[in-house]
T-cell receptor, first 115, second 110 residues
Framework: DAGVIQSPRHEVTEMGQEVTLRCKPI?????LFWYRQTMMRGLELLIY????????DSGMPEDRFSAKMPNASFSTLKIQPSEPRDSAVYFC?????????????FGNGTRLTVT | DQQVKQNSPSLSVQEGRISILNCDYT??????FLWYKKYPAEGPTFLIS?????DKNEDGRFTVFLNKSAKHLSLHIVPSQPGDSAVYFC?????????FGAGTRLTVKP
């Protein structure tokens, strides 16, 4: 199994531009999570999906952030317009079960830099 | 609101000695705890977990201890090896929520 695949690995963009991060979860996993990692706050949950349906988006910072999961094998996290404070590493993770006790399988992350 | 705290941003130990990483949580609804290990440029990987019905779980060189009354857990690595050098994240879950700590960077010196 290839694991969770995220693209791009690195993204550098200018303030005000739209950014789209992509994630392919592990086949058969029915839960998908988007996290943001910063030095100060560690890993923050932004949103998670169960069976392609958003369950909890309370971690999404503001309306500039949106996430979709059109099918079981693909999800996107979009930031529009981007701001310098959005610079962070964004991780996608998937898990087999719906319970929060299921270990998460993380992708390698997308490092976003907004100048 | 940091519900899971790892107060030591870094830890350095000598190869062969014990590494002890600590984690504190505030939400009494958390009933399952996990440790993840993260190498540079990679995503975190699951290491070991413990349910709140236990106070200890061991897997090879890794042992996690849970003190529910103190809302504290720790990860012991013994003996420590240079390959253990990584960032370790503590996670707590329960009540349909999972929270991560900020991580502790462990350096094991040869």
């Amino acid at each position: 199994d290839a694991g969770v695949i995220q693209s791009p690995r690195h993204e550098v963009t200018e303030m005000g531009q739209e950014v789209t991060l992509r994630c392919k979860p592990i086949s058969g996993h029915n839960s998908l999570f988007w996290y943001r990692q910063t030095m100060m706050r560690g890993l923050e949950l932004l949103i998670y999906f169960n069976n392609n349906v958003p369950i909890d988006d309370s971690g999404m910072p503001e309306d500039r952030f949106s996430a979709k999961m059109p099918n079981a094998s693909f999800s996107t996290l979009k930031i529009q317009p981007s701001e310098p404070r959005d610079s962070a590493v964004y991780f996608c993770a998937s898990s087999l079960n719906t319970g929060v006790n299921s270990p998460l399988h993380f992708g390698n992350g997308t490092r976003l830099t907004v100048t | 609101d940091q519900q899971v705290k790892q107060n030591s941003p870094s830890l350095s130990v000598q190869e062969g000695r014990i590494s002890i990483l600590n984690c504190d949580y505030t939400n009494s609804m958390f009933d399952y705890f996990l440790w993840y290990k993260k190498y540079p440029a990679e995503g975190p990987t699951f290491l070991i977990s413990i349910s709140s019905i236990k106070d200890k779980n061991e897997d090879g060189r890794f042992t996690v201890f849970l003190n529910k009354s103190a809302k504290h857990l720790s990860l012991h690595i013994v003996p420590s090896q240079p390959g253990d050098s990584a960032v370790y994240f503590c996670a707590a879950s329960g009540d349909n929520d999972m929270r991560f700590g900020a991580g502790t960077r462990l350096t094991v010196k040869p």
